[in-house]
C-alpha cells in the first residue's frame, strides 16, 4: 500500500507531490473590479455587499471523500436577504450563533466542472462555532453537485478537479 499523496497528471505528465482537497473562490460571482471604492460596495475576508442591496457570506460547501482520509471542501459565498445578513454580522463573534436556524441562501459561486452552473442553486447555511466559517447544505436536487455533496466522490474525481484547476489553459 502506497502512502503518496500525489498524483500523476494526465495534463502536464508531471507527478504533483499533493492531492489539494479543496479550492475557494476571492469573491461572489457578482463582484467586479468596478465596485472597488464605491461606499456601498465591500468585499471583505469573509463578507461582501454590493450596490448596498446584495449580501453575501463565505462558507465551506464540503463534499465527503470516500476514498481519502479528509473531505474535499469548495470555498464559496452565498446570498442572504439583508435581515439573515444583518442577523449574521450581529452574532458573527458570539458563541451562541452556533444555536441559530439554518439560513437560506442562494448559492453565489460558479464552480468549475459542473454543468449546468452551480450559480443561484438554493442553500441552507449552517453557523459554526466562533473562527470557523459556516457551511453550505445544498437543496437536495438531482444537479451534479448537490447529488455530490449526498453521496461523496472519489479520489479519482478530485484529481480531475485538481487537473482541472492547475492547468486551466489546457
Not at 21 to 28: D, E
Not at 73 to 78: D, H, L, M
Amino acid at each position: 500500500m502506497t502512502t503518496d499523496l500525489g498524483f500523476d497528471c494526465s495534463c502536464c505528465g508531471r507527478h504533483h507531490d499533493e492531492l489539494p482537497l479543496g479550492y475557494g473562490t476571492f469573491a461572489p460571482a457578482y463582484w467586479h473590479d468596478g465596485l472597488a471604492g464605491k461606499s456601498d460596495s465591500i468585499l471583505g475576508d469573509e463578507q461582501c455587499m454590493i450596490d448596498g442591496e446584495h449580501f453575501f457570506i463565505r462558507a465551506r460547501l464540503i463534499l465527503p471523500t470516500l476514498d481519502a482520509g479528509d473531505d474535499f471542501e469548495w470555498g464559496v459565498w452565498v446570498s442572504l436577504s439583508e435581515p439573515n445578513f444583518a442577523r449574521v454580522t450581529e452574532l458573527w463573534d458570539k458563541p451562541e450563533r452556533v444555536q441559530e436556524a439554518p439560513y437560506f441562501g442562494w448559492l453565489a459561486t460558479e464552480l468549475p466542472t459542473y454543468e449546468p452552473t452551480t450559480l443561484n442553486l438554493k442553500t441552507n447555511l449552517h453557523s459554526q462555532p466562533v473562527g470557523v466559517r459556516p457551511t453550505v447544505e445544498l437543496e437536495p436536487t438531482d444537479h451534479p453537485l448537490a447529488v455530490e455533496q449526498r453521496t461523496g466522490i472519489t479520489r479519482a474525481r478530485v484529481r480531475t478537479i485538481a487537473e482541472l484547476l492547475l492547468h486551466p489553459t489546457q
